[in-house]
């Protein structure tokens, strides 16, 4: 259910094969469902029901498909959010066709924690990658994840080139793989052991099709997160030691007197 409700882009179907029942209500509705996820309205996790389901069939469709929707509430807040599916009870085939709040407002607020290691115009087009995909466009959300890619790349390069490690015309002329190994000590340990991240992304962008890109999003998605929080991490343990010797030294003075 939390997939459905928070990942699951609009328009992609869903075959519901363990289910004998034709009535869209039995799908969903259950008062004693409890769904865990996050409520983009107030910042923070919740649980949430179903609230109401609502169905009418279109008489004159010869599918016999069922339009319906869905009110999912929220325990600690009150708020309601609303869904919109098209179910097949003959193919098992379910289809969300809107909702509001959007997949992407769901996940937006979480790459925030990010902005300590992307620019304003990178933590954009992150979310532009996750709005694309949240509306089924695949192809689009790979080039904006093989930007961010390639900017953080581009900053370890940088980081290199000041420490005179790493020339320009050595940079350049090597290739993206080539690149992560020239620079693996400014890198994250998961980058260098999944460098061929790189390669999906690209084949995304040129070969992959859609539907591909839209399947295989989260786990890129995903990637690229852990190599951000590997980055985060390493910045909070800087801080923590940076506090720790302020400390330590207040300490020793304090000591000495």
Request: net charge neutral; hydrophobic share 35%.
């Amino acid at each position: 259910m939390e997939y459905f409700f928070f990942d699951l882009p609009i328009y992609t179907p869903l075959i519901i094969e363990d289910t004998n029942s034709d009535d869209f209500n039995s799908l969903f509705y259950s008062k004693d469902r409890r769904i865990e996820g996050y409520n983009p309205w107030r910042k923070n996790q919740s649980t949430f029901y179903i609230s109401k389901t609502l169905t009418y069939d279109d008489t004159n469709a010869k599918s016999k498909e069922i339009f319906g929707t869905i009110e999912l509430g929220c325990l600690r807040y009150n708020d309601l959010f609303r869904f919109y599916t098209l179910w097949d009870p003959k193919g098992k085939r379910l289809v969300k066709i809107g909702q509001f709040p959007s997949v992407a407002d769901f996940h937006i607020n979480e790459i925030k924690q990010y902005n300590k290691l992307l620019t304003n115009e990178k933590l954009k087009e992150f979310t532009k990658a996750i709005g694309l995909a949240a509306n089924g466009v695949g192809i689009g959300s790979f080039v904006y994840m093989r930007r961010i890619f390639e900017y953080l790349i581009l900053e370890a390069y940088n980081k290199a080139k000041n420490d005179n490690v790493l020339s320009e015309l050595e940079f350049q002329r090597a290739r993206m793989d080539e690149k992560i190994d020239l620079l693996h000590s400014y890198l994250p340990s998961f980058l260098i052991e999944n460098k061929g991240l790189y390669s999906i992304l690209s084949l995304g962008i040129h070969e992959l099709s859609e539907e591909d890109c839209l399947t295989h999003f989260d786990t890129i998605r995903v990637g690229i997160e852990i190599i951000l929080d590997e980055k985060l991490d390493e910045i909070r343990k800087n801080e923590k030691i940076e506090e720790a010797k302020k400390k330590l030294n207040k300490l020793k003075s304090e000591i000495k007197k």
